[in-house]
């Protein structure tokens, strides 16, 4: 079904989203409902601006209010749409992003109490995947760097004229090489092996493990 991204930024709605997560994730804390649903909703969120703008250099509008996302009847994040392209190059884009990913983050810890410097590194996180699978898509994996690096200095000084931002450009997204294979060095956890429900472990990728085993299980993952 759709829903109007504007939902994000209300935290009466995410409070009962996470009401209805816990049917997904048993009875978790608020706080890992919310990490958990954040992480899911905020790489659905900003794909409909990244993708057009990794292949074609012009992004779509990734204002709440020009977005619609498709969610299941228990509230999973499928897709997402924007009705309207941005006008405006890269530092419209990172202004656009900052604005959305605050809003949304203010809801999502006022309802669930997670650190809002917790759900913005899962938002860094999650523009930093879908550039860097964008980007791959497109043959050229190696420009995602760049890309995001642009991006987040735009991001950076937009977010320091946002009243009650928690994010001063701390975490960056960031990269590094495993074998051949270019991979996002995340610094957000999903918390969804905390889950009651989830018979997960962390993923190959969790910060919350030492470098020397998120190698090893990357390599295991990706192939040498």
């Known amino acids: ?20 997560a816990r049917h997904l994730h048993g009875s978790a804390s608020p706080t890992v409902l919310s990490t958990i649903r954040w992480y899911s909703a905020s790489s659905v969120l900003v ?3 990244l993708e057009p703008w990794v292949h074609i250099g012009v992004a779509r509008d ?3 209010e020009a977005v619609t996302l498709d969610v299941t009847a ?39 109490g997670a650190s809002p410097r917790a759900l913005w590194a899962v938002a860094v996180d999650s523009i930093a995947n879908r550039l860097l699978w964008t980007a791959a898509t497109a043959g050229k994996p190696d420009s995602a760097p760049l890309l ?40 957000s956890c999903c918390l969804l092996y905390e889950a009651p429900t989830s018979q997960a472990d962390k993923c190959a990728s969790c910060p919350r493990q030492t470098p020397a085993q998120r190698e090893q299980r ?5 192939g040498p």
């Open 74 to 112: 228990d509230g999973r994040f499928l897709d997402a749409h924007s009705a309207r392209t941005l006008r405006g190059g890269v530092a419209d884009l990172g202004t656009a992003l900052a604005v959305t990913v605050n809003a949304a983050v203010t809801a999502f810890a006022h309802a669930g």
């Open 218 to 222: 990357l390599r295991l993952l990706l």
């Open 47 to 49: 794909a409909p601006a």
């Open 1 to 20: 079904m759709e829903l109007p991204a504007t939902a994000l930024a209300d935290p009466a709605w995410v409070a009962e989203d996470l009401r209805r």
């Open 62 to 64: 990734p204002a709440l």
């Open 148 to 187: 995001a690096d642009e991006l987040a200095d735009h991001m950076k000084h937009a977010a320091g004229g946002l009243p009650g931002c928690v994010w001063n450009g701390s975490p960056l997204p960031r990269f590094v090489t495993v074998g051949d294979r270019l991979v996002v060095r995340r610094s």
